[in-house]
């Protein structure tokens, strides 16, 4: 589904990346753990080229995506983003903030677009807020409105980068339950996050990554009880 | 220093004709400056480099020269051209490009202070770049720039007064005009200075009710 080869970033002078390969199957969840600048963000924005690779190469359903031939725009469809600040529409209503891309971009007519947007809103359980403009929401209302807009575009697959370290605590869960929800429909998943607990529970195999590159990768409970790297032994033992 | 004002009032209707002239060719130059303006603009933040210097050149000339100056230069320039414009039109010509200047900035400024994380949420749902800016980002950005282009014109409004110099018979065009049949030099410029001053106050009234209202149509 997702292919990563030899992935190298730099911005300036600053070697991000230096040499990222990873491979996600289809229905398959994945978790990038790793300390604060590692490189987390820069691996989930190259996946949909929000940020362009220096170097290597990026495949998704086996087309090479860092390709000047490629349809970028065709591509971000299918590869659905969900930011750590949710980045909602602030001048539209939670259902224009689903609708807009589907119509937009779709060309998808309204009526259908809507219907879509109801059938979201309920299974992120905001169906009584499809009227609201994202301030009046609370922070985990808002990352699950970003997330149904997100779904709204059909995508193959979903990319979060550290959705719930904005929230407090007592939103955290409401938005783990909806993508570990995602996760059991068989959705394709690569989530940055801190939550050991969920990527305990839902994720298929965890990467850590440190300094641009990735330590260790292995399955939840190989890389949480039986850390072979010393830097990862060591990013537990502050974290834990 | 003795004070009369006794002659003025049968120049009432020549103040009017000067404050009706201010206001239109004040109106007429923001218009014209806030299409030019978002064409430089656009200019500026292009990505092709030829466009964006071009941009940035004229920015930093307007703003950065007297705008007694540049009225001058198309005013005595222009005819070396072959050009000939009656005043009305040269002093639209100058104030536009003047403005232009101004409200590029305006302009580029409002789009900049959208959040970023907006363009990329757009993109990253698959909108192009020119969707993302006219759905998502320049919505967003007219809020920031009404206001200010409210304080643009509010200011044209008083740096308009220099049109004088090249003989367009605006507001203080005929309080000079006054002053010369009646030989009473500081009453007219009292009298303009009252009209600039109630003018310029109660649009930046106006100009803060409008803002308020935008405000509170973001909160809803
Ligand atoms: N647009 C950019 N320009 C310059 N440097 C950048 C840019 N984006 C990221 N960086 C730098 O790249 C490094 C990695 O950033 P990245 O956001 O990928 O880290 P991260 O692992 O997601 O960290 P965090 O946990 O804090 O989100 C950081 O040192 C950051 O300062
Ligand atoms: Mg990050």
Redesign the pocket.
Known sequence: MIRVDNLH?R??N?E??KGVSLEVKKGEVLV?I????????????CINLL?EPTKGDIYIEGEKINDKKADINMIRQKVGMVF?HFNLFPNMTAIGNITLAPIKVKKMDKKTAEDIAIRLLKKVGLEDKKDAYPVKLSGGQKQRLAIARALAMQPDVMLF??PT?ALDPEMVKEVLNVMKELANEGMTMVV?T?EMGFAKEVADRVIF?DD?VIVEEGSPEELFSNPKSPRTKEFFSKIL | MNLDFSSMPQYTQLFINGLIMTIELTIISVAIGAVLGLIVALMKMSSVKILSFIGSAYVEIIRGTPLLVQILIIYNGLPQFGIKFPGFVVGIIALSMNSAGYVAEIIRSGIQAVDPGQMEASRSLGMSHSMAMRYVIIPQAIKNILPALGNEFVVMLKESSIVSVIGFADLTRQAEIVSSVTYRAFEPLMIIAVIYFVMTLVFSRLLSIFERRLRTGDTR
């Open positions: 970033k911005f300036g600053l991000v990346l990038i790793g300390p604060s600048g590692s490189g987390k963000s820069t691996i989930l924005r940020e750590q980068d550290e370290s940055v801190h990554v641009g």
